[in-house]
Nanobody, 127 residues
């Protein structure tokens, strides 16, 4: 089993920055992907950013490209999301997730491959 624990959410003004952390523990092996998703009430959960653990290859959602950066620390078994130039529309609950299929895909047919999720952390961007 895999456990994911997020931290780092909070309230920030527009244009500000936040850094989210996700610590992973448990039976993690193979070419897995760790990613961040976000969700607001009444909307579908959306892919924000992901990283393939072995290669370090990254992928980003269109709305955060150039503002958010995902990184990993193998020693800490953790992934981080640096969020800059935050906008009110970035307000959401952010979830960390892990996929052991090595894919960034999140569609109705591939949602089940994201087996493990954290509890979520609230990010609010408001003046």
């Amino acid at each position: 089993q895999v456990q994911l624990v997020e931290s780092g959410g909070g309230l920030v003004q527009p244009g500000g920055s936040l850094r989210l952390s996700c610590a992973a523990s448990g039976s993690i092996f193979g070419n897995y992907v760790m990613a961040w998703f976000r969700q607001t009430p009444g909307k579908e959960r959306a892919f924000v950013a992901g990283i393939i653990w072995n290669s370090g290859r990254t992928d980003y959602g269109d709305s955060v490209q150039g503002r958010f950066t995902i990184t990993r620390d193998a020693n800490q078994n953790s992934v981080y999301l640096q969020m800059n130039s935050l906008k009110p529309e970035d307000t959401a609950v952010y979830y960390c997730a892990l996929n052991r299929r090595g894919t960034f895909s999140y569609t109705p047919s591939t949602r089940g491959t994201w087996e493990f999720w954290g509890q979520g952390t609230q990010v609010t961007v408001s003046s």
